[in-house]
Structure formats: C-alpha cells, structure tokens
C-alpha cells in the first residue's frame, strides 16, 4: 500500500467513525453497508450468533416432548412453537451474516464446540410440566431481554427481534396456560407444576448472564446502544413480573428472599449458583453432551437437503447466464 493510500483508508476510517459515532448518539441505527468499529461488527456477531444457535438449540429440549403430549391440541401448539423456534434462529443467523461472516462459518463453530448458546437449554427436561415452565420462565425471561432489543441500533438485529418478540409473548402463554391447569388439576398435576417451577426458577434467572460487575463487556455494549439495560436490571424487572404472575397461578416461587427494594427501586432475589453457571457454559452441564450430538447427527443428516439446494441453485443460476448469452 502507497503512504497516498494509508492517508486515504485513515480519512476513511475518521469520516465513517464520525457518522457513526453521530449515528449511534442520535439513536439511529447502524446498517450493513455503514462503516462501523471493527470490534463493533464483531461484538454484534458474536452476539447475534450466540443467540441464533440458542434458538435452534433450544428446539431439542422441547421436541422431544412433541410425540408426548397429553391431547392433539397440546402436540400442536408445541409443534407451532418448536418451529418459531427453528424461524428465530433462521431470521438472526441471516441478520449476522450481514456483518460478513458466512451461515456455514457460523454452523461449523458451533458444530466444533467452539460457540456458546444459552446455557438453559442443557438442563433435562423431565416431565410435561416443564414445558409449562420452560414457556412460562425461559420464554418469559427471554421477552425481558429481548424487548429492549428490537431498539438495538444494528437495524437488521433490531428488526428481527420485533417478530421474534411478538411470538415469544405466544410462547410465554402458551407455557403459562399449561401450568394453570395443572395447577389446578389433581394434587399430583399440582405437585408437578410446582416441582418443575422449582426446577427452571434459579437457571431462567441465570439466562441474562452473570451479575454487573463480573460482566465486562455489557458496558462497551450499552455504549453502543446494542444493550439498553444491565444483566442485573433485566433480572430485577423479571422476578417483578414472576412475582405478580406467580400469584395467578397458585404457586409458589421457590425464593424467600424475593422482595421490592424501595431504596433501589429494584426486585430483588436470593444468591444464584454461579459456579453452577459457569460449569454449564463450559459444556459440563447436564445434557451439553447430549444436545451438541444431536445437533451434530442432524446438521450430517441434513447434507443431502443443502447439496439438492445448491445443485438447484447453479441449474438455475446456469440457465440465466445461457438465456443472457
Ligand atoms: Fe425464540
Ligand atoms: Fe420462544
């Protein structure tokens, strides 16, 4: 490169980081072809892929409840849900490919164990009230941390979150409809529902990451309007909402010390397990093993559908270029 060229890439680079910088203070959003911070496209990345896979790793733990069902209205519903699922993952895999990093890429990283996903979806699912409180928890912990993305200033992230949104409140009912029946079936169902409750409870807390202090890159990521509120805010605000709902169904919270801190404004909520978290993260949870083979044995069993896809596409792409010619 020329001494004329470096001058001409620096210009560049000080132009665009202005736009950008003005962009992101006047809450506009950041587009694909802008010129953005290098460790912003990969912050985004990072993050937007972490949460397609997520969504496409979670569809296990609830598939395999699909065949077991207790009535074909029940089956059904799940099944709707199961394929949201399969659709968020597909909207926010193509959102993070327009930051430049090929689907495949981002598949073969998780595949290799390279990339993380949520670390709620690596605990069993043991009985069909857990499907109430997987919909009623996790869905509902994951519309508290997703609303405030559908402002995130990368639009293409923004804009999937919004649908993405709209089906998780779907889910969220759906999960607490099952648990009020239950909870109001025979002793047994009750039992169970609450059971399940205490199972999913301090894991559904855990999903909006570790504390504020010991998470470093939330700050970067506020600044950048990516993130519009802390780990810790998310969780406050969403024991105030389990604490209400709880209420409506009967049970109970398996937490004594949830109560409104009136100085902070804040819920607050008993210790949650860290090391716990952190063992679960680095894959020794107790289904990671289970959940990345499946994953594994479904992405070999999908070959032949891509190899007919893009066979397809270059007959197709073939017989363009012989009409132009
Ligand atoms: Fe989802
Ligand atoms: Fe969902």
Known sequence: MTATAIETRADHDAAGEKVFNDLIAQDMRIEPRDWMPADYRKSLTRQISQHAHSEIIGMQPEANWITRAPSLKRKAVLMAKVQDEAGH?????????????PRDQMTEDLIAGKARYSSIFNYPVLTWADIGAIGWLVDGAAICNQVPLCRASYGPYGRAMVRICKEESFHQRQGFEILL???????????????????????????????????????????WKIKRFSNDELRSRFVGMMVEQIKVLGLDLPDKDVRFDEESGRWEHGPLDWNEFKEVLAGRGPCNAQRMERRREAHEDGAWVRDAASAYAARQAAKHTTKAA
């Open 89 to 101: 993952g597909l909207y926010l895999y193509s959102a993070a490919e327009t930051l430049g990093t």
């Open 181 to 223: 029946e239950l909870a109001n079936g025979t002793p047994e169902q009750r039992a169970m529902a609450q059971d399940a409750v205490n199972r999913w409870y301090a894991p559904s807390l855990m999903m909006f990451g570790p504390p504020d202090e010991d998470s470093p890159n939330s700050q970067k990521s506020m600044e």
